[in-house]
């Protein structure tokens, strides 16, 4: 009922930037949080940086002043602006969407399909 679309992932050298994007479509009545986490080989998958509309940004301390979040409401895209790269920012990037559902306002969590960082020279 809620789809995913993310985009921006590639190689990057180190130093260098990238940005993700998440657009959120379906039978959307709210989105309450939105948020991107990251995977890497043979690790846990972990928050990379979130917003809400209650509580603001958070960001893992790994990603402090080098990552910033953020969100176009009017198109329920969140982006993850990636700066300074380093290679243990090297993973899959999941976008991560929670709200309520049209209709029902049921809760729901989405996740996207993943897009993969690369940061190497």
């Known amino acids: 009922q809620v789809q995913l679309v993310e985009s921006g992932g590639g190689l990057v050298q180190p130093g260098g930037s990238l940005r993700l994007s998440c657009a959120a479509s379906?039978?959307?009545?709210?989105?309450?949080?939105m948020g991107w986490y990251r995977q890497a080989p043979g690790k846990q998958r972990e928050l990379v940086a979130k917003?809400?509309?209650?509580?603001?940004?958070n960001y893992a301390d790994s990603v402090k002043g080098r990552f910033t979040i953020s969100r176009d409401g009017a198109k329920n895209t969140v982006y993850l602006q990636m700066n300074s790269l380093k290679p243990e920012d090297t993973a899959v990037y999941y976008c991560?969407?929670?709200?309520?559902?049209?209709?029902?306002?049921?809760?729901?969590?989405?996740w996207g399909q993943g897009t993969q960082v690369t940061v190497s020279s």
């Open positions: 991560n969407v929670g709200g309520q559902l049209l209709r029902s306002f049921s809760e729901f969590i989405s």
């Open positions: 379906g039978s959307i009545f709210s989105i309450t949080v």
């Open positions: 917003i809400t509309t209650t509580r603001g940004t």
